[in-house]
């Protein structure tokens, strides 16, 4: 890989941080209070699914709440600390001997509590929805109070199979093609695990399995005669990539099964032009092989579709952008360069 950052490589990291950094201001612009009733399902250790009814109320500075689901019936809490993003309290049941702690956050740009019950060991996740009519939360410029947004991922992670079709990107110079110029769109597929930090923002860890096929264009393939590269000639493209995702959903179309986001990744790729096909010999320019280990990026905008609580189809395009080119081994223009590609993706997510 040549020396520096190439100046499309600066502005592609760039973009993908900014893709992270589009959304999270946002968390500070609703502003409100905990103060309320909260619902939120629960799992019994015989596996059903019960609500449980959190009420928080402050008197001057004192806050008070108690907490009610089918099993327990009403229980006020103790040692309750509210702050602007953190909640904690213990309560105890009547049938309970030893009481039981909830830790969790309240995060005011979606009006959401969320946190884990634990007991000797174990625990439950909850996230909890305010009740509406509860607390009036936020108001319009008309004057009207705003129902809060629905939680989309009622889940703390998720993990996405998507098949893609990786569209060839060129950039000749003077209409001269070098072997970046020459790469034929093939469908590849990638796999990622998502952990949501907060209902409308993930960072996810994808693997992917990529590459392009070659030209059949037989006048372009003749620039490189020593070459064994043909229209069977494949370029891999695989790796690991870090991303993030912000979701505009509940900003843009609340009412929607619909959710906007937009996307950055940065990751490493092993590549190979292979003489004949995936898994073929490494074709050969002299001393050197063409093939490597080397950083991509990428920034992109998709949707999902909700299918149900737990399961959501998403559509993405993204722009990938591979530092392949080596000027110390080959010559960037007339020769091996970076790769771009356009990526169109649809997958199938589930959320756990």
């Known amino acids: 890989m040549s020396q520096g950052i190439h100046p499309r490589v600066r502005y592609a990291i760039v973009m993908s941080v900014l893709c992270a950094a589009m959304v999270l201001p946002l968390a500070s612009l609703a502003g409100t209070s905990p103060a309320g009733q909260w619902v939120g399902e629960v799992k019994t250790p015989d596996g059903d699914k019960v609500e449980v009814f959190l009420t928080l109320s402050k ?17 006020k809490v103790s040692n309750l600390k509210v702050t602007d993003t953190r909640i904690s309290f ?37 996230k909890f929805k305010r009740v509406p009519g509860t607390d009036i939360i936020a108001v319009s410029s008309t004057g009207e109070a705003q129902e809060p947004a629905r939680i989309r991922h009622d889940y703390n992670f998720a ?12 950039v000749p110079k003077d209409d001269y093609y070098n072997l970046n110029d020459m790469t034929a769109s093939e469908p590849n597929f990638d796999i990622a ?11 996810f860890v994808r693997g992917f399995r990529g590459g392009f096929g070659y030209t059949d264009i037989e006048s372009r393939l003749a620039q490189y005669p020593d070459l064994n590269v043909t229209a069977d000639s494949y370029l891999k493209l695989d790796g690991v990539e ?29 590549w190979a032009l292979q003489e004949n096909g995936r898994g073929s010999d490494t074709v050969v320019d002299g ?23 737990s399961m959501v189809l998403e559509f993405e395009w993204m722009w990938r952008y591979f530092l392949t080119e080596d000027e110390l081994k080959w010559d960037v223009d007339e020769t091996w360069s970076n790769t771009h590609a356009w990526n169109l993706s649809v997958g199938l997510t589930y959320g756990f």
């Open 59 to 75: 008197s001057e500075s004192v806050w008070q709440g108690t907490l009610e689901d089918p099993t327990i019936g009403e229980t």
């Open 90 to 126: 213990t309560f105890q049941p009547t049938d309970s001997a030893i009481p039981r702690h909830f830790s969790g956050s309240y995060v005011a740009a979606v009006d959401r509590v969320s946190g884990t019950f634990s007991l000797h060991g174990s625990s439950r996740y909850v």
């Open 159 to 170: 993990a996405t199979a998507r098949f893609s079709y990786w569209v060839a990107l060129h």
């Open 193 to 203: 695990f998502k952990w949501f930090v907060l209902d409308d923002f993930n960072v």
């Open 242 to 270: 870090l991303g993030v995702m912000g979701y505009l959903g509940n900003i843009m179309m609340r009412d929607s099964s619909f959710n906007p986001y937009l996307t950055g990744v940065i990751g490493q790729t092993s």
């Open 287 to 309: 001393l050197y092989a063409f093939e490597g280990n080397d950083i991509s990026v990428g920034f992109g905008i998709g949707t999902e579709y909700e299918l149900n609580s």
